[in-house]
Nanobody
Framework: VQLQASGGGLVQAGGSLRLSCAAS????????MGWFRQAPGKEREFVAA????????YYSDSVKGRFTISRDNAKNTVYLQMNSLKPEDTAVYYC?????????????????WGQGTLVTVSS
C-alpha cells in the first residue's frame, strides 16, 4: 500500500482544514487507518484512527471534539477534518495503514506511512 497525504497549509487559529490520504492498492479497505503528527522538536504522536469498515473511530484527547476522521473505501481515501485549529496543532501530519483488525494507537503497529503534509496554525 502506498499512501499520499495532502491538504496541509497555513491557517489562522480557529480555522479549518481537511487532510486527505489517497492509497494505492486493492486491499485498502482491509486496513485500519490512522493519522499521526510530529511537531518540531517533539516525538510523533497519535491523532486519530478508524477501523477498516469505518464503523469505529478513536481520537487523542487533544483533538477530540475538533477533528473527525472518515474514510471512503470506494475512493481509497481517508480524511481528517480539522476544525477550531489551535497553534499547538502545528505539525507535519502523517497518514498510516495498519493490517490490525481493530483500531491501534501506537505507531509501531502501522505497516505503511505516507510522506506527511505540513499544517501551520498562526495565532
Amino acid at each position: 500500500v502506498q499512501l499520499q497525504a495532502s491538504g496541509g497549509g497555513l491557517v489562522q487559529a480557529g480555522g479549518s482544514l481537511r487532510l486527505s490520504c489517497a492509497a494505492s492498492g486493492r486491499t485498502f479497505s482491509s486496513y485500519a487507518m490512522g493519522w499521526f503528527r510530529q511537531a518540531p522538536g517533539k516525538e510523533r504522536e497519535f491523532v486519530a484512527a478508524i477501523r477498516w469498515s469505518g464503523g469505529s473511530t478513536y481520537y487523542s484527547d487533544s483533538v477530540k471534539g475538533r477533528f473527525t476522521i472518515s474514510r471512503d473505501n470506494a475512493k481509497n481515501t481517508v480524511y481528517l477534518q480539522m476544525n477550531s485549529l489551535k497553534p499547538e496543532d502545528t505539525a507535519v501530519y502523517y497518514c498510516a495503514a495498519s493490517s490490525a483488525p481493530y483500531i491501534v494507537v501506537v505507531s509501531t503497529a502501522y505497516d505503511y506511512w505516507g510522506q506527511g503534509t505540513l499544517v501551520t496554525v498562526s495565532s
